[in-house]
């Protein structure tokens, strides 16, 4: 790439970071509005759910909710409505019985769902509770129920029921943490169970509970100093939305809970009066209030509403810029170069220099799911997963000296060509096809639609014209210069990464209070900046499974063509092997800067709660901050530095898919190959190939994703694990077979589906297991079938004149 165009790009980035501009905007607000009025005899009654359509319950009555009234309409249950889930169609049945101070009680005895049939609303009864509870609440999140109360001697209790089980059944949540207390209600946010309840001395001491399956019940920030409070509503994907809680004046308060942070945000006050109940209603609730003058019953609404922040003109200015560049560099490459020979697009004539191919394999592993869901994961746990790529640096020096040169001497251009040469041409094609299956099915679309969803949240941007753009330009620049153009663009999408992450991390922290003292203080206090957790527990990610995955990467390295590409196109095997030296350089301080944006984030918004947006995904956080927080023209900067992370990776996975489908499939079917006709094709692929990952990123849009970090590991495991395993039983063995290879890719697709349809792991070990499957098997079953009778010369990590003295013996 020529250096004057590299240096002005780079300039101005710079100069847009020191541009003054807006700043710190609050970007929601509170929208209040109003139901019509229940109508007489309806006053303090259930809300409920189902199919859309609102219904009010009390007692044997039940009204429907419409735009202009409450109608009244006929209610079958087989025992008295006592609780609902909140938003939903299930409910818990009632019973009177009789106190110890002969006083009438009414207690949840059996779970029931409710729904609209031809001629009214009818309960049905599904099962019942393990016992009679009183002060009951009930919440649901997705297909698990929760229930709690209190026993007859008034000590807390707690179950839960999976709803779509093959035999459900109740299991007792144990230790509960309650006795002799009012509870006010009960929410399931966040994969955890929170309950709110009142001390029973009357002091209005308010306890906010929580349970999660690791580490039982626990005591969290709770609201101090109000009276009680009701109707909770989960929000996004970390928030709960609490009302009722008065202030001097009476009037009821809108409060935000923080999952992450464990932090509380007032959002406002709304009106005078006691709520009653509520439900689930657009992005808030709708709540039952009852006037403390004339004891009046109004139905009243409460959304939070998003606004966004546009982009300003320098903003635009730096992104333009930016997409300018990477388009410019290559119409460069298609003007300077002649692409004669396939060598010139797929490998870049094999003339990148070592640190060029070294920086472009950090580029290419860095995409958006780095840039953008690697802060989100660590904002909402820690660096757990940090652990493997400080794990992973030990095995660097055996890939660089041994595994890298060996694939780079053989002169290929597909690493699916050494399968043909160590096995079978069936398995070298198999392996190509499912590979160009997961580039074009799962990872073009994760890298195009993440940082694009991200953005739209925050900006305004629409998520299909931010897919549009990243992915014209980068088909423009692929298909015009080849690899040469994809390497170059990836050098010049490191620096703006990693600068754009820089001045985030930087300006977090100078704005923080205490600056850097309490970054630190903040992370150390909620153990953020955990590394290593040493556990034997492959269903969590530990220090164990890291080196079983570096292991494993090591005996498999050749299995990613995206990668290898850049090695391939370096201009001897030493160089090759400098190119992964390099990586390693990069690769480690790189990540932790990444994880460092997700902590800095935490400690933020821990001391700033009130400016984040419960309605955004935790993916989105980053972005969110990017918007609100950083002044203009940075924010062009940052964006253009996730555009980057995407787009680089993006122009790897086109130019891959184009060069498996020429060289292992033209190339190989064709009669007659034409170098010349396999670029042109290429050409071709790589724009139809572009255009496929355009697509589905938009049809990503449709699906409701919580982790796209947690979606690609998933993905590489299930897609691409099995034939990863026949690297390593062709380089580390000279037995294995094609019979067995083929064995052992079969049955490793086998198992680790099962294992995923299971949730047996972690979704970090499905390409472990595939892959230690492939080998296990795969080698086992080669013993069955006769020795090949291939040269292994140069094919496997043993010396030359070793293998002839082997093959004599063989």
């Known amino acids: 790439m020529p250096r004057p165009l590299a240096f002005r790009f780079v300039l101005l980035l710079l100069l847009a970071a020191f541009v003054p501009g807006l700043a710190s905007e609050q970007l929601t607000k509170l929208r209040i509005g109003e139901l019509p009025s229940l109508p007489a005899g309806a006053g303090e009654s259930l809300f409920a759910q189902s199919g859309g359509t609102t219904f009010a319950i009390r007692g044997g009555r039940a009204w429907i909710a419409s735009a202009e009234a409450w109608a009244e309409t006929s209610l079958r249950a087989p025992a008295p409505i006592v609780a609902t889930a909140y938003g939903t169609a299930y409910v818990l049945l009632g019973a009177t019985s009789v106190s110890s101070d002969d006083a009438a009680v009414l207690e949840a005895i059996a779970l029931g769902a409710v729904a609209l049939t031809g001629d009214g609303l009818e309960a049905t009864h599904l099962v019942d509770l393990p016992r009679p509870v009183r002060s009951p609440s009930l919440a649901v ?131 005078a009066g006691d709520v009653v109940n509520g439900l689930a209603w657009g992005n808030g609730a709708a709540f039952l209030l009852r006037d403390s003058a004339d004891a ?215 704005s923080l209070d205490g600056g850097v003292s309490e970054f630190f203080a903040t992370a150390a206090a909620d153990d953020k900046m955990r590394i290593f957790d040493l556990r034997w527990d492959l269903t969590r990610a530990t220090v164990w499974g890291f080196v079983f995955l570096a292991l494993l990467d090591v005996l498999t390295y050749p299995k990613d063509q995206v990668m290898m590409q850049r090695v391939l196109s370096t201009k001897s095997a030493k160089a090759a092997g400098w190119s992964v030296w390099t990586l390693a350089a990069v690769v480690v301080p790189g990540s932790l800067t990444f994880y460092a944006i997700g902590t800095a984030l935490f400690a933020f918004y821990k001391h700033h709660p009130e400016k984040l947006n419960p309605l955004l995904t935790i993916d989105a956080t980053f972005p969110h901050f990017i918007a609100a927080e950083l002044p203009v023209g940075v924010t062009g900067l940052i964006i253009a530095g996730i555009f980057a992370a995407s787009m680089s990776t993006l122009s790897s996975c086109i130019n891959s898919v184009a060069t498996l489908v020429s060289v292992d499939f033209y190339e190989k079917l064709a009669k007659k190959p034409d170098p010349k006709k396999s670029v042109r094709i290429a050409e071709v692929l790589t724009v139809v190939a572009g255009l496929i990952g355009v697509g589905t990123a938009i049809l990503l849009s449709f699906f409701d994703i919580r982790s796209f970090f947690d979606l690609s590991l998933e993905l590489a495991g299930l897609l691409g694990g099995g034939f990863a395993g026949t690297y390593a039983l062709g380089m580390f063995t000279r037995r294995a077979n094609w019979q067995g290879a083929a064995i052992g890719v079969c049955t490793s697709i086998g198992v680790t589906m099962v294992a995923w349809s299971m949730r047996l792991v972690h979704s970090f070990f499905y390409t472990a297991i595939a892959i230690f499957t492939c080998i296990v098997v795969g080698y086992v079953a080669s013993l069955f079938f006769p020795v090949s009778q291939r040269s292994l010369d140069g094919l496997t990590i043993y010396g030359r004149s070793r293998q002839s003295r082997d093959s004599s013996h063989t």
């Not at 210069?481 to 703006?496: E, H, P, R, S």
């Open 296 to 510: 009046e019953f109004r139905v009243q609404t409460v959304e939070i509403e998003m606004s966004k922040r546009l982009l300003h003109a320098i903003d635009w200015l730096v992104i333009v810029a930016y997409l300018a560049g990477m388009a410019g560099i290559g119409l460069m490459c298609w003007m300077r170069e002649k692409r004669s020979t396939t060598a010139d697009y797929f490998v870049g004539g094999r003339s990148i220099p070592f640190w060029a191919a070294g920086l472009s394999l950090y580029a290419t592993g860095t995409s958006a799911i780095s840039y953008i869901a690697i802060p989100a994961k660590s904002f909402a746990t820690d660096w757990l997963y940090l652990a493997q790529n400080v794990v992973g640096l030990l095995a660097t020096v055996f890939v660089a000296i041994w595994i890298v040169p060996l694939i780079r001497r053989l002169n290929i251009m597909s690493v699916y060509q050494y399968l043909e040469m160590r096995f079978h041409p069936a398995i070298r094609m198999l392996a190509s096809g499912l590979n160009i299956v997961l580039q074009l099915g799962g990872r073009m679309s994760v890298v195009l639609f993440l940082p694009s969803l991200a953005v739209s949240a925050v900006t305004g941007v629409d998520v299909v014209t931010s897919i549009c753009i990243m992915g014209v330009i980068t088909i423009l620049y692929t298909v015009m210069g080849g690899m040469k153009a994809v390497i170059w663009t990836d050098v010049i999408q490191v620096f703006v990464m990693l600068g754009g992450a820089f001045f985030a991390i930087g300006y977090v922290v100078l």
């Open 141 to 271: 999140w997705r297909d698990t129920l929760y229930v709690v109360g209190l026993d007859e001697r008034g000590k807390g209790v707690a179950w839960r029921r999976a709803l779509r089980a093959t035999a459900p059944a109740w299991s007792e949540l144990s230790n509960v943490p309650w006795e002799a207390t009012t509870l006010s209600g009960a929410v399931v946010q966040d994969a955890s169970f929170y309950v709110l309840a009142r001390d029973g001395s009357g002091l209005n001491l308010t306890r906010w509970l929580r349970w999660r399956e690791e580490g039982g019940w626990a005591s969290v920030s709770a609201l101090q100093d109000v009276p009680v409070i009701g109707t909770l509503r989960p929000l996004g994907q970390a928030h709960v939305l609490v009302l009722g809680a008065g202030d001097a004046g009476g009037r009821v308060v809108a409060h935000v809970y923080h999952t992450i942070t464990d932090t509380w945000t007032e959002f406002g006050s709304i009106a």
